[in-house]
């Protein structure tokens, strides 16, 4: 996952770099991760039941700092910062 969000975020050292960057910017974050999908499914890898299980648990973590971020976004608007 990193190496290609890395493309779309240079100067990142590792994947926590590259989601704070995210943070900055949702829409663009998202218009990312979408490349990130759509370029994995045109890898066409096929994962074990295992790795599939690591798959969903790193989407609901990446799920929940999306959600942070949005979070610390809407209490900067509402404490003026």
Known sequence: MFEML??????????????????????KAKENIEYYFEEKDKLEISYTEEESAQIVASRACLALIVAECQIKKSMMGLFGR
């Open 6 to 27: 890395n493309k779309r975020y240079p100067g990142t050292k590792d994947l926590k770099d590259v989601l704070d960057v995210a943070c900055l910017d949702l829409t």
